[in-house]
């Protein structure tokens, strides 16, 4: 089994699906604020007999409704790996199939903003 390794710049990527082996994806705008009333959506696929591998390296949200969703699966229905906000690290994420879903959203307030993320892909 081999892994693939997300690794997020420091740009934002368009929303959509993330085709490079490797690579890093940001929130809008890092490393300034992220802007308010974001929903963007990344799907990160590879080829049966690898694995996604995602690593949060720099996660930063006002918690009230602001998150990042990493889901196991192609669509908002798919299982909920886990919703991350506030203060956030090195941390690992390996879903068990060969899709994810990568779900980031900001709220409508301006004056309570964060930087937001940085991630890893591969």
């Given at each position: 089994m ?9 740009s ?12 890093s ?7 300034l ?17 690898n694995?996604?591998?995602i690593?949060?390296i ?9 998150y ?8 908002m229905?798919?299982?909920?790996i ?14 068990s199939g060969?899709h994810?879903l990568?779900?980031?959203?900001s709220d409508?307030?301006t004056d309570?903003?964060q ?6 892909h591969?």
């Amino acid at each position: 089994m081999h892994f693939q390794h997300l690794v997020i710049c420091i740009s934002a990527a368009e929303p959509g699906n993330i085709t490079e082996w490797e690579g890093s994806l940001t929130s809008p705008n890092y490393p300034l604020t992220y802007p308010a009333n974001s929903s963007l959506t990344w799907i990160k696929s590879v080829s049966p007999g690898n694995r996604v591998k995602i690593t949060i390296i720099y996660l930063r949200t006002e918690c009230d409704a602001d998150y990042l969703e990493i889901r196991d699966g192609v669509n908002m229905a798919s299982p909920l790996i886990a919703r991350y906000c506030g203060s956030y690290g090195f941390t690992e994420i390996t879903p068990s199939g060969t899709h994810v879903l990568l779900h980031f959203v900001s709220d409508n307030v301006t004056d309570v903003s964060q930087r937001g993320f940085v991630l890893r892909h591969s």
